[in-house]
C-alpha cells in the first residue's frame, strides 16, 4: 500500500520545521529530508526514522521494522505523532548525525564523433 500524501503532510505540520522538512516522492513512498538530509521514511502510511545514535538514546523503545520489502529494520516513529517535541527533537538529533548528501556529478559533454 502506497503511503498517502496527507499522511506525509500530517508529519510535516506535527514535526512544526517550517520549509527545513521537505520531502521526495519514491517509488509510491516517500524520504523526508531535514536541511536536505535524509532523516525518515514514509512507507505504508507508517514513519521510519534512520537508525542512528539518536534514536538509541531517545527512543530506544520504538518498534522496528523494514519501510520496504528487503530493507533492514527501522524504528517505527508512529506514536511519536502524538508527541510533537519528542518526534522534532529525534529529527532534528537524527540529522546532525546524517552526513551532508554528496555533490552530484555534473555528466560528461559527449564529443561527437568525426564524419
Known amino acids: 500500500m502506497a503511503t498517502e500524501p496527507s499522511f506525509v503532510d500530517y508529519i510535516l505540520e506535527t514535526a512544526r520545521f517550517g520549509g527545513r ?3 521526495r516522492k519514491m517509488f509510491g513512498e516517500y524520504a523526508l529530508y531535514l ?8 512507507c505504508d502510511n507508517s514513519l521510519f526514522i534512520k537508525p542512528s545514535e539518536a534514536v538509541s538514546r531517545l527512543a530506544p523503545d520504538l518498534p522496528k521494522g523494514p519501510p520496504y520489502p528487503g530493507a533492514k529494520d527501522y524504528p517505527i516513529a508512529d506514536e511519536l505523532l502524538d508527541d510533537p ?4 527533537r529525534l529529527i532534528e538529533e537524527t540529522a546532525a548525525l546524517m552526513p551532508l548528501p554528496k555533490p552530484k556529478k ?10
Open 21 to 23: 522538512l521537505t520531502y
Open 85 to 88: 517535541d519528542a518526534l522534532r
Open 35 to 42: 536541511d536536505e538530509k535524509v532523516v525518515a521514511f514514509a
Open 106 to 115: 555534473k555528466p560528461a559533454k559527449a564529443v561527437a564523433a568525426a564524419s
